[in-house]
C-alpha cells in the first residue's frame, strides 16, 4: 500500500507544481506508446472478445462464479443499473452527443463526406465501436477471472492472485506486488480522467443553466464537492451507498431518454440505429483492425486508442467491482449480462442524443458540431436547449453527471481500498477516505496540468503495462477453467 500511495502523491505533487513538466512527459509517453503498440490494443480487445463468445456457448458457460449452490446477492434489475452507473455512467452524458458530433464534421478516416447523412452513420458506427462490445469485452474478462478466482477459487481479491496458475508462489512476492501497484495506478489514472470529465460536464451544464463561468477554478470546487460525496459513499458500502446511486441514476436516465425520444425525429432516429447497427456488424472484423497505417495518428490517438486504453486502465477497478456484485451467477448469464445488454444500451443512447444533435445540425444548421468542436462539454445542453423544457431537461442532465460521477468514483474508492488492504471485502474506514482524498487530488492535478489533453493522455500511459497483466489473467482464467474441468469429469 505504501508504494501505490507514494507512487500516486509523486504525481499529484509533479502536477501541482510543474503541470507543464507533466503534461510535456506524458504527451512523449503517449506518442512512444501508441505508434509502437497501438496495434495491440486493438489485436487484445478483438481476442478478448473471441475469448468470451466461445466461452459462453460452450460447457463451461454453465459453471458458477462460486460454489456451485452461490446464488446472485443482487436482483438482475440493480445488478445491471450499477454495472451500467458505476462503470462507464458517466459517458452517456460527456460523449453521448459530443462523439456523434465530431465525427459528423470529421468522419474517421475520411470515410465519407463532412456534415453528410452518411457521415452521421459512419459517426453512429464508430461510436458504437468506442462504447459497445470491445469495452465491456475487457471489463468483462476481467471480471469473469476476478470473480473466478475469489469465489471459486478461494484467492484474495487482487489482480496478482489472478496470475497464480502461471506465475505459481512468485505472486506472494515482489513479482505480485509489483503487479498490485500497477493495477493501483491504472485504475487511479483511468477514474481520474473519468472525474476530470465530470467536473468539465458539470461545469458546462452550470454555465449553461446559470452563467457560471466555465474555468479550472471552478471545476476544482467540483471535484471537492463530489469527492466528499463520493467518499462518504463509498465508506457506506456496495450494498447501500453504490447500489441506491445507480437506481437512481438508471431511473433518470430512462425518463430522459423517453423525454428526448418523444420529442425528437423519432422516425430518423429508429431508421439510423438499424442502419448504423447495419454497418457495425457488416464491418465488424474490418473496423477492429484499423491502424494508423496512412499517417492517421491524430484520430487514433484522440480516439480509438485513447478509449481502448481507458478501458483497460479500468479493468482492475472494474473486474473486482463486477467480481463483487456478480457471485453466483453463471459465466454464461455474466457474458451476457454485461457484455450484450451494457452495449445495447448506449447504442441506443448514443442514437437517441448523437442522433438527434446530428439531425439538427443537418436539417437547421443548429451549429452543436461546430461548438462541440469548440468545448464539447457544451454539445449535451446545446441539443436539449433546442426542445421544450429545457431548463428542466438540463438540470437533470446536471443532477445525472452528478449521480454517475459519485457512483463511479465510489466504485473506485471501493476497490483502491480493497486492492490496497490485500483484498479485504470490508475496507477500513481510514483506507476508504484516504483513496477518496487521493483520487479527487489527482484529478484536480491533471486538470492543472493540462486538463482534458492531460486526462487523456495519462489513461493511455497508465493503461500500457495493464495491457500486458490483461492477458496474462486471461491465459492464466483458461488454465483455471480447463484444471476444473478435468476435475469434474
Same mark, same amino acid.
Given at each position: 500500500?505504501?508504494?501505490? %500511495? #507514494?507512487?500516486?502523491?509523486?504525481?499529484?505533487?509533479?502536477?501541482?507544481?510543474?503541470?507543464?513538466?507533466?503534461?510535456?512527459?506524458?504527451?512523449?509517453?503517449?506518442?512512444?506508446?501508441?505508434?509502437?503498440?497501438?496495434?495491440?490494443?486493438?489485436?487484445?480487445?478483438?481476442?478478448?472478445?473471441?475469448?468470451?463468445?466461445?466461452?459462453?456457448?460452450?460447457?463451461?458457460?454453465?459453471?458458477?462464479?462460486?460454489?456451485?449452490?452461490?446464488?446472485?446477492?443482487?436482483?438482475?434489475?440493480?445488478?445491471?443499473?450499477?454495472?451500467?452507473? =458505476?462503470?462507464?455512467?458517466?459517458?452517456?452524458?460527456? /460523449?453521448?452527443?459530443?462523439?456523434?458530433?465530431?465525427?459528423?464534421?470529421?468522419?474517421?478516416?475520411?470515410?465519407?463526406?463532412?456534415?453528410?447523412?452518411?457521415?452521421?452513420?459512419?459517426?453512429?458506427?464508430?461510436?458504437?465501436?468506442?462504447?459497445?462490445?470491445?469495452?465491456?469485452? +475487457?471489463?468483462?474478462?476481467?471480471?469473469?477471472?476476478?470473480?473466478?478466482?475469489?469465489?471459486?477459487?478461494?484467492?484474495?481479491?487482487?489482480?496478482?492472485?489472478?496470475?497464480?496458475? +502461471?506465475?505459481?508462489?512468485?505472486?506472494?512476492?515482489?513479482?505480485?506486488?509489483?503487479?498490485?501497484?500497477? &493495477?493501483?495506478?491504472?485504475?487511479?489514472?483511468?477514474?481520474?480522467?473519468?472525474?476530470?470529465?465530470? #467536473?468539465?460536464?458539470?461545469?458546462?451544464?452550470?454555465?449553461?443553466?446559470?452563467?457560471?463561468?466555465?474555468?479550472?477554478?471552478?471545476?476544482?470546487?467540483?471535484?471537492?464537492?463530489?469527492?466528499?460525496?463520493?467518499?462518504?459513499? !463509498?465508506?457506506?458500502?456496495?450494498?447501500?451507498?453504490?447500489?441506491?446511486?445507480?437506481?437512481?441514476?438508471?431511473?433518470?436516465? @430512462?425518463?430522459?431518454?423517453?423525454?428526448?425520444?418523444?420529442? @425528437?425525429?423519432?422516425?430518423?432516429?429508429?431508421?439510423?440505429?438499424?442502419?448504423?447497427?447495419?454497418? /457495425?456488424?457488416?464491418?465488424?472484423?474490418?473496423?477492429?483492425?484499423?491502424?494508423?497505417?496512412?499517417?492517421?495518428?491524430?484520430?487514433?490517438?484522440?480516439?480509438? /486508442?485513447?478509449?481502448? &486504453?481507458?478501458?483497460?486502465?479500468? !479493468?482492475?477497478? %472494474?473486474?473486482?467491482?463486477?467480481?463483487?456484485?456478480?457471485?453466483?451467477?453463471?459465466?454464461?448469464?455474466?457474458?451476457?449480462?454485461?457484455? %450484450?445488454?451494457?452495449?445495447?444500451?448506449?447504442?441506443?443512447?448514443?442514437?437517441?442524443?448523437?442522433?438527434?444533435?446530428?439531425?439538427?445540425?443537418?436539417?437547421?444548421?443548429?451549429?452543436?458540431?461546430?461548438?462541440?468542436?469548440?468545448?464539447?462539454?457544451?454539445?449535451?445542453?446545446?441539443?436539449?436547449?433546442?426542445? $421544450?423544457?429545457?431548463?428542466?431537461?438540463?438540470?437533470?442532465?446536471?443532477?445525472?453527471?452528478?449521480?454517475?460521477?459519485?457512483?463511479? !468514483?465510489? #466504485?473506485?474508492? /471501493?476497490?483502491?481500498?480493497?486492492?490496497?488492504?490485500?483484498?479485504?471485502?470490508?475496507? $477500513?474506514?481510514?483506507?476508504?477516505?484516504?483513496?477518496?482524498?487521493?483520487?479527487?487530488?489527482?484529478?484536480?492535478?491533471?486538470?492543472?496540468? @493540462?486538463?482534458?489533453?492531460?486526462?487523456?493522455?495519462? =489513461?493511455?500511459?497508465?493503461?500500457?503495462?495493464?495491457?500486458?497483466?490483461?492477458? =496474462?489473467?486471461?491465459?492464466?482464467?483458461?488454465?483455471?477453467?480447463?484444471?476444473?474441468?478435468?476435475?469434474?469429469?
Amino acid at each position: 500500500m505504501l508504494v501505490s %500511495v #507514494a507512487v500516486t502523491v509523486v504525481v499529484v505533487a509533479w502536477g501541482g507544481a510543474a503541470g507543464g513538466s507533466l503534461s510535456s512527459a506524458s504527451s512523449g509517453a503517449l506518442n512512444w506508446i501508441t505508434s509502437s503498440f497501438g496495434w495491440l490494443y486493438l489485436l487484445s480487445a478483438l481476442g478478448i472478445l473471441v475469448f468470451l463468445v466461445g466461452l459462453a456457448l460452450s460447457p463451461y458457460g454453465r459453471l458458477r462464479l462460486g460454489r456451485d449452490e452461490d446464488r446472485p446477492q443482487f436482483r438482475t434489475r440493480s445488478w445491471i443499473a450499477m454495472i451500467l452507473s =458505476a462503470v462507464m455512467g458517466i459517458g452517456l452524458i460527456s /460523449y453521448g452527443v459530443a462523439e456523434p458530433v465530431s465525427h459528423l464534421a470529421a468522419p474517421p478516416h475520411g470515410l465519407a463526406d463532412p456534415m453528410t447523412r452518411d457521415a452521421a452513420v459512419t459517426a453512429m458506427q464508430f461510436s458504437f465501436f468506442d462504447w459497445g462490445l470491445h469495452a465491456w469485452g +475487457i471489463f468483462a474478462v476481467m471480471g469473469l477471472a476476478m470473480a473466478w478466482s475469489t469465489y471459486r477459487k478461494g484467492r484474495p481479491s487482487l489482480v496478482s492472485a489472478l496470475l497464480r496458475p +502461471i506465475l505459481g508462489r512468485r505472486v506472494d512476492g515482489w513479482v505480485g506486488g509489483g503487479i498490485d501497484v500497477f &493495477a493501483v495506478f491504472a485504475t487511479l489514472f483511468g477514474t481520474t480522467t473519468s472525474l476530470g470529465l465530470g #467536473a468539465l460536464q458539470i461545469n458546462a451544464g452550470l454555465g449553461s443553466l446559470f452563467g457560471v463561468p466555465v474555468s479550472t477554478a471552478v471545476q476544482v470546487i467540483v471535484i471537492a464537492v463530489v469527492t466528499l460525496l463520493f467518499t462518504v459513499s !463509498a465508506v457506506s458500502g456496495v450494498a447501500k451507498g453504490i447500489r441506491y446511486l445507480s437506481e437512481t441514476a438508471m431511473g433518470l436516465a @430512462g425518463l430522459l431518454l423517453v423525454f428526448i425520444v418523444v420529442v @425528437g425525429p423519432s422516425i430518423y432516429l429508429a431508421n439510423l440505429l438499424v442502419q448504423s447497427l447495419g454497418r /457495425y456488424a457488416s464491418q465488424f472484423f474490418a473496423m477492429s483492425l484499423i491502424t494508423p497505417a496512412d499517417g492517421d495518428l491524430a484520430f487514433m490517438q484522440w480516439w480509438t /486508442y485513447f478509449m481502448l &486504453a481507458w478501458w483497460l486502465s479500468w !479493468a482492475a477497478f %472494474v473486474g473486482v467491482f463486477l467480481a463483487r456484485i456478480s457471485r453466483g451467477r453463471t459465466i454464461r448469464e455474466f457474458v451476457l449480462g454485461v457484455l %450484450v445488454v451494457p452495449s445495447v444500451v448506449f447504442f441506443v443512447w448514443f442514437t437517441a442524443f448523437g442522433g438527434t444533435a446530428m439531425h439538427l445540425d443537418l436539417t437547421r444548421g443548429a451549429g452543436i458540431a461546430a461548438a462541440a468542436a469548440q468545448d464539447a462539454n457544451s454539445a449535451f445542453f446545446l441539443t436539449l436547449d433546442q426542445f $421544450p423544457l429545457a431548463t428542466v431537461t438540463s438540470t437533470l442532465a446536471i443532477v445525472l453527471v452528478v449521480l454517475f460521477f459519485v457512483s463511479g !468514483a465510489d #466504485a473506485n474508492t /471501493y476497490v483502491l481500498a480493497m486492492l490496497t488492504t490485500r483484498g479485504s471485502e470490508r475496507p $477500513p474506514t481510514w483506507c476508504l477516505v484516504l483513496w477518496g482524498v487521493l483520487t479527487g487530488a489527482a484529478a484536480v492535478a491533471l486538470l492543472l496540468a @493540462g486538463g482534458l489533453q492531460a486526462l487523456q493522455n495519462m =489513461a493511455i500511459v497508465s493503461s500500457a503495462p495493464f495491457l500486458l497483466i490483461v492477458l =496474462a489473467a486471461t491465459a492464466a482464467f483458461w488454465k483455471d477453467l480447463r484444471s476444473e474441468q478435468l476435475v469434474r469429469t
